[in-house]
């Protein structure tokens, strides 16, 4: 079990849990049923919950989009749950090309000086992946973008 405001991938542990429990109960559905509109496995949520288990950034974007939270919200990061949809929603591929070239750089230039391998983002690039929540916090503070805004759930950049 995490320590109390424990960090983990740039996480604060324990309002995560908070507010993952809150948020499935706000909703009146059950854990399994809000797995199952998140197309995730049940057992993340409950891992997440009991053990503090942060899942992926894909699977984090799915359950915000569930229970309809800025993802920011959902991690603690922000008190403000609502968020304004992109319309129509981009990605983290589109965002990542958008931006760098909007700065003029490469991915290598934006990768010097990170946590994650030098050719990182040409590997998420190029298999559509995405980053985990910690060095998806590192990208978007090298933009100055939110969280919601580099995964292309909405178009205001903070």
């Known amino acids: ?5 424990q960090k983990i991938d740039g996480c604060n542990i324990e309002k995560f849990q908070k507010r993952l429990q809150e948020l499935i109960d706000e ?6 049923k809000i ?4 197309d995730i496995n049940p057992y993340i949520i409950t891992k997440a919950i009991r053990h503090g288990v942060v899942p992926s950034m894909r699977t984090l974007i799915k359950l915000s989009d569930t229970l309809d ?3 920011s919200y959902l991690i603690g990061d922000s008190n403000k749950k609502t968020y304004t949809k992109a319309d129509p929603p981009s990605s983290f591929h589109k965002r990542m090309e958008e931006l760098a070239k909007e700065r003029n750089v490469k ?7 990170m946590p994650f391998a030098h050719n990182a983002i040409y590997e998420w690039m190029r298999t559509e992946t995405i980053p985990s929540l910690g060095y998806m916090k590192a990208i978007i503070k090298y933009f100055g973008v939110s969280l919601d805004y580099m995964t292309g759930r909405t178009d205001k950049r903070n």
């Open 27 to 32: 909703s009146g559905l059950s854990q399994r």
């Open 1 to 5: 079990m995490p320590k109390l405001n």
């Open 107 to 113: 991915y290598s230039e934006v990768s010097s000086g």
């Open 69 to 71: 939270v800025s993802v």
């Open 35 to 38: 797995a199952i509109r998140s």
